[in-house]
T-cell receptor, first 111, second 111 residues
Framework: NAGVTQTPKFRILKIGQSMTLQCTQD?????MYWYRQDPGMGLKLIYYSVGAGITDKGEVPNGYNVSRSTTEDFPLRLELAAPSQTSVYFC??????????FGPGTRLTVT | GENVEQHPSTLSVQEGDSAVIKCTYSDSASNYFPWYKQELGKRPQLIID?????GEKKDQRIAVTLNKTAKHFSLHITETQPEDSAVYFCAASTSNSKLTFGKGITLSVRP
């Protein structure tokens, strides 16, 4: 199993541009999550999903959107990118909702 | 909502010594407490977890203890090695769908 995969690994965006961060898992996990990690600030939950067709906001959802049309994929959409969205983004998945397994991350810079 | 705090932000120990990292949480309804290790530039990885019906759990050189009355839990690493150097995150959950993370502690093991 590849586990949780994320693309791209790195991206530089200009202010106002949009992009989609891709996340795929091949473990048939129902639960999927998007976090952002800023230096010294831990992991903040952006959005999560408990199954296909179901999504909910986390702690810091503003400026982001998600969809969950399949069990495997959970893309994160950034509209009108802002410098405050410069961060490392991690996707995670879980079978039970307890133990979470993380992808390798996407490092995003908005200038 | 839940608030998880980790102190101090950095810890330095001599190789072979023990390290103890403590976390406090605010919501008495929290019932799941995982610890994640993140090496520089890598993804967070689950190393051990504990549920509220257990006071202690051990896995080789690492152990976690939970004090529900005081609302704190600790990670214990014995016989530390240079490869234990990393950022360690604690987290807490009141349900099986969301985790609240602390800001992380940087552990340095001096050879």
């Amino acid at each position: 199993n590849a586990g949780v995969t994320q693309t791209p690994k790195f991206r530089i965006l200009k202010i106002g541009q949009s992009m989609t961060l891709q996340c795929t898992q091949d473990m048939n996990h129902n639960y999927m999550y998007w976090y952002r990690q800023d230096p010294g600030m831990g992991l903040k939950l952006i959005y999560y999903s408990v199954g296909a067709g179901i999504t909910d906001k986390g702690e810091v959802p503003n400026g982001y959107n998600v969809s969950r049309s399949t069990t495997e994929d959970f893309p994160l959409r950034l509209e009108l990118a802002a410098p405050s969205q410069t961060s490392v983004y991690f996707c995670a998945s879980s079978r039970t909702g307890w133990e979470q397994y993380f992808g390798p991350g996407t490092r995003l810079t908005v200038t | 909502g839940e608030n998880v705090e980790q102190h101090p932000s950095t810890l330095s120990v001599q190789e072979g010594d023990s390290a103890v990292i403590k976390c406090t949480y605010s919501d008495s309804a929290s019932n799941y407490f995982p610890w994640y290790k993140q090496e520089l530039g890598k993804r967070p990885q689950l190393i051990i977890d504990i549920r509220s019906n257990v006071g202690e759990k051990k896995d080789q050189r690492i152990a976690v203890t939970l004090n529900k009355t005081a609302k704190h839990f600790s990670l214990h690493i014995t016989e530390t090695q240079p490869e234990d150097s990393a950022v360690y995150f604690c987290a807490a959950s009141t349900s099986n769908s969301k985790l609240t993370f602390g800001k992380g502690i940087t552990l340095s093991v001096r050879p």
